[in-house]
């Protein structure tokens, strides 16, 4: 749905003056060079606006009342359906000066001022769209009925409340992936096409950016794009390419295996940024895999392996010197499950996976044994997908889904392969990606 959504997105004429538009060529695709484009130009879609109509929400009341003793607000719609609202949670999330500043959008009454047992002295409605409670202390409560309707405590709308603050859908893939690829300056510049990045990045996991400068520097913009970068041990940005003493064993010729950035990070970066600024001419192939979906075949074929894999804590461990010294160790499930038993994040990194294996010895060969199972279905044909980046390729991708890896390639008398590499946060991205939301669907 999202991928369709920001299609349209781009489609749509909606443009403003002062805003910074891209010449489209025949296939919609950027005709002018970096050169063309203002530095930072994204700043200029964002004071433009672009903001869309909100969309429609019917919230017009019937009538109200108090029921149960007058610890709930009962609101009947004109469409039909009612709402319940406990008085507790009226009271606490008042919106008047008050209990609440507007400002910050953040609540002023404290918690210890709560009666957590509060009745309603009085309800009445105002014109159909607005309620005003009394309470016993006198203090006047107001609450608009397209507020009220959006948190309603049914099913339904705490489900469409979850779809719109969170953008749950995944879309899974395997060997079969269609790589979405935008032009990294239109992404900059344009909130349809950043919207459209972003949308497709949480949804499939995985998105090539095209035609960035074949240069450091680059991701530094992509971060001011969102937000900001995340800094760890190893620097704001990265250079992969092969190094005497290498301190990681990306910064080598060698096979990457399947993995995962950092599980010795108690919260690992959730986004990875790779630029590709030099390509070696032979191997050097990138390869992901999406471990959700590897994951969720796990526990169908093998439940044992699933339930020890996301039950087990893996020690990880990276020490070293880099940005400054560092002595890194933490426990980690390889898969990590929400309250309902499904996979949500991956953490397996076979590199910095520590010798120490804190389980009884009659748990290790069965862990070994599930580890290599699922392995074994990362690296499958019909799962993994291969690609191979040139000089301006970007590729985004969802580190906390997705493992990736590389082809090994041979090592030259200077450096024949050169990736700049950065990482963010899922909480930056869901930022950006829920302002864009807003000013472009009207969606909060």
């Known amino acids: 749905m999202w991928a369709a959504v920001a299609s349209a997105l781009l489609r749509a004429k909606v443009r403003q003056a002062g805003t910074c538009s891209l010449p489209r060529g025949p296939k919609g695709r950027s005709a002018v060079a970096a050169a063309a484009l203002p530095p930072r130009c994204w700043q200029r879609t964002a004071r433009a606006g672009h903001t869309a109509q909100p969309r429609s929400m019917k919230a017009e009341i019937q009538k109200v009342e108090a029921l149960e003793e007058n610890h709930f607000v009962c609101v009947h719609w004109e469409d039909g359906s009612e709402s319940r609202f406990p008085c507790v949670w009226l009271r606490d999330n008042c919106q008047c000066p008050d209990c609440f500043l507007d400002s910050a959008k953040a609540r002023k009454l404290l918690f210890e001022d709560l009666d ?8 009445t409605l105002t014109d159909g769209k607005k309620i005003s ?6 203090h006047t409560s107001e609450y608009e009925a397209k507020w009220l309707k959006k948190r309603c405590f049914s099913e339904e709308a705490r489900e469409e409340m979850r779809k719109d ?14 790589l979405l690829e935008l032009p990294f300056e239109e992404v900059l510049c344009s909130d349809e096409s950043a919207y ?4 497709t990045l949480k949804k499939v996991g995985i998105v090539l950016l095209t035609g960035a400068p074949a240069q450091q520097g680059e991701l530094v913009k992509l971060g001011h794009r969102i937000g900001f970068l995340r800094l760890t041990f190893y620097g704001p940005t990265w250079q992969v390419q092969d190094k005497t003493d290498a301190n990681n064993v990306a910064y080598t010729t060698g096979k990457l295996s399947f993995h995962t950035d950092y599980p010795v990070m108690q919260h690992p970066p959730g986004v990875q940024f790779l630029h590709c600024i030099k390509q070696t001419a032979a191997g050097g192939e990138s390869e992901v895999v999406d ?3 590897v994951a969720n075949k796990l526990k169908k074929q093998n439940p044992q392996a699933f339930q020890i894999l996301s039950s087990t804590a893996v020690d990880y461990t990276d020490v070293g010197v880099d940005y400054c010294d560092f002595a890194m160790q933490c426990k ?14 991956i953490n397996y990194n076979n590199a910095t996976r520590d010798t120490v294996l804190d389980i009884p010895a009659e748990k290790v060969r069965p862990f070994y044994a599930a580890l290599k199972e699922f392995d074994d279905l990362l690296n499958s ?3 993994k997908f291969t690609y191979k980046m040139k000089p301006g390729d970007v590729v985004t991708f969802d580190n906390w889904r997705l493992l990736h890896g590389r082809r090994s390639y041979r090592s030259g008398a200077t450096v024949t392969r050169h990736l700049e590499g950065a990482y963010a ?3 930056v991205v869901m930022s950006r990606l829920r302002i864009l939301r807003k000013r472009l669907l009207g969606r909060n």
């Open 196 to 199: 459209k990045w972003l949308c």
């Open 332 to 345: 980690q499930k390889i898969i990590d499950i929400d309250y309902r038993g499904q996979a949500v994040r």
């Open 291 to 293: 471990g959700l979906h």
């Open 425 to 427: 946060d899922w909480d």
């Open 381 to 383: 044909r019909e799962h």
């Open 116 to 123: 957590v047992n509060i009745v309603v002295k009085d309800v």
């Open 165 to 178: 603050l969170f953008l749950p859908e995944r879309q899974y893939w395997g060997s079969d992936l269609q």
């Open 133 to 138: 409670v009394t309470w016993p202390d006198e």
